[in-house]
Every structure is written in structure tokens, then in C-alpha cells.
């Protein structure tokens, strides 16, 4: 199981070159019913607005048709759980980073990021390259 954060989930959609080769090929797995992908609800709300500023080339709505209806795509909510485990992430100053973190540990799975910061931080093991 996996959880993305909005750049890696973004980029996949529009399939954007600078997505890592490891990150690419998970999702491409998730996409044939070999893997789980969790978005978390406020990677959501990051590719809403993304996409409300322009600045990705197609609709929210595509995104969240994506996902409806597919057991491949959960939405993990921003719950009482994540909160209480952002608490052990104060490693990660922004806090749409602790959350995407902070689920990613509640559910023991390793994270589809780039982010320097949460890949130095070693909480949770990522994936982006092969």
C-alpha cells in the first residue's frame, strides 16, 4: 500500500515527465488493480486548488472521477487519528506535509513523494525514483 502526496498524484495525471520512475510505475500498477494508492483528503484539497489556479491542464472534477467508485484510490480523511499522530511528525514544519505523513504512518505504508524534507526526515519510507 501507498500513499501520494499531491505533486507525485498531480503529475501522474497529467503525466508530467518529472515524475520519478519508481512513483510512475506504482501508479501505472494501481491503475491495472495491482496496488492501493491512498490520497489523502487534503491532497485533495492541494490538487483543488492547483487546479482551480490553472495551473495543471484539466478540471477537479476529473480528478475526483478518477477515484470515485474505485477501491484502487481510497480517500483517507483528515480524522481524529491523524491529528493525534501529526504530534509525532514535528519534524515536518508545513502541515499539509504532517498530515500526508502522519497518514501514511497510521496506515504502515510507504509514501510516493519528491519532498526533500519528508524524505530527509526518514519517518516513513518513500518512493520516487527506481
Known amino acids: 500500500m501507498y ?18 520512475k519508481k512513483a510512475l510505475e506504482i501508479f501505472r500498477s494501481c491503475d491495472k488493480g495491482e496496488e492501493i494508492v491512498v490520497v489523502p483528503s487534503i491532497v485533495l484539497l492541494e490538487c483543488l486548488y492547483v487546479c482551480e489556479k490553472k495551473r495543471i491542464g484539466f478540471e477537479f ?19 481524529e487519528g491523524v491529528v493525534l499522530e501529526c504530534q509525532n511528525v514535528d519534524k515536518i514544519a508545513e502541515p499539509h506535509d ?5 497518514t501514511t504512518k497510521l496506515l504502515n505504508a510507504k509514501l510516493i513523494t519528491k519532498d526533500a524534507g519528508i524524505i530527509n526526515s526518514k519517518l516513513v519510507e518513500t518512493v520516487w525514483e527506481s
Do not use: C
Open 98 to 102: 504532517r498530515i500526508i505523513v502522519a
Open 61 to 79: 472534477r476529473e480528478i475526483m472521477l478518477k477515484i470515485q467508485g474505485t477501491f484502487n484510490y481510497p480517500v483517507y480523511p483528515l480524522d
Open 3 to 20: 500513499v501520494t502526496d499531491a505533486h507525485g498524484f498531480l503529475w501522474f495525471l497529467s503525466k508530467d515527465e518529472r515524475l520519478g
